[in-house]
């Protein structure tokens, strides 16, 4: 969700009125999440730690408590304001994230919230 606000409303990349159904299918050609480790071949084992953007804030003072870095707090730029992601997708669209990104949801356990 925040990539498409955030595409639409501050870099109006999209105009205005661009649905949220209409960017999912371009977004889903991008390279999904674990492909992006292909290199480490599955093994997640080699990373000593993975950070997740929705515990974004407390993995990063985790990492900074890790190296001996002061504390800092992370900025929030370009904050959307929209209603929990779940509101956007019908059926045939959590299908769609769920086969394009099952290999991402199987490795790191996320499931579909529903609000």
Not at 49 to 70: P, S
Request: glycine residues 4%.
């Amino acid at each position: 969700m925040s990539a498409f606000f955030f595409r639409r409303d501050y870099r109006k990349i999209y105009p205005p009125n661009f649905a949220f159904e209409d960017f999912l299918p371009e977004w889903i050609d991008k390279t999904p999440v674990w492909d992006q480790f292909s290199w480490f071949q599955g093994r997640l084992d080699d990373f000593d730690f993975i950070g997740r953007f929705e515990t974004l804030e407390k993995d990063f003072q985790y990492i900074c408590k890790e190296i001996g870095a002061a504390d800092k707090e992370l900025p929030h730029v370009y904050k959307t304001n929209h209603v929990h992601y779940s509101h956007y997708y019908d059926d045939a669209m959590v299908d769609m994230v769920a086969d394009y990104a099952k290999k991402d949801i199987d490795i790191f356990g996320y499931s579909f919230e529903r609000v």
